[in-house]
């Protein structure tokens, strides 16, 4: 399965942006999946997780309260809802799925080798 993240931009702090995850070539719907950002020069971080049904969602402490994972099943999507933006929020956000298991009844991980599948990435920048 391919995916493709969209959905970034270049927003003011305190703003609100809402990424989305696609995917083509299968079907999400058995799937865990998250969300992972990147800064250059550092390592890839997770920022969200989320079961095959929704019934379960992980977030990391620095998003937590603020950002809410969800998906589309239907559609074949997955989404990154972002609110009260800091600029340290701002990096590329990738979606990542782990096919290697699907119908976990858990979130897939935190680690990036919890998952097999990811999209190119789509860059937020948030200024000050």
């Known amino acids: 399965v391919q995916l493709q993240a969209s959905g970034g931009g270049l927003l003011q702090a305190g703003g609100s942006l809402r990424l989305s995850c696609a995917a083509s070539?299968?079907?999400?719907?058995?799937?865990?999946m998250g969300w992972f950002r990147q800064v250059p020069g550092k390592e890839r971080e997770f920022v969200a997780a989320i079961t095959w049904t929704s019934g379960t969602t992980a977030y990391a402490d620095s998003v937590k309260g603020r950002f809410t994972i969800s998906r589309d099943n239907d559609k074949n999507t997955m989404y990154l809802q972002m609110n009260s933006l800091k600029p340290e929020d701002t990096a590329i956000y990738f979606c990542?799925?782990?096919?290697?298991?699907?119908?976990?009844?858990?979130?897939?991980?935190?680690?990036?080798?919890?998952?097999?599948?990811w999209g190119q990435g789509t860059q937020v920048t948030v200024s000050s």
């Open positions: 990542a799925a782990d096919t290697v298991r699907p119908y976990r009844k858990v979130v897939a991980g935190e680690q990036m080798s919890d998952y097999d599948s």
């Open positions: 070539g299968g079907a999400l719907r058995s799937y865990a």
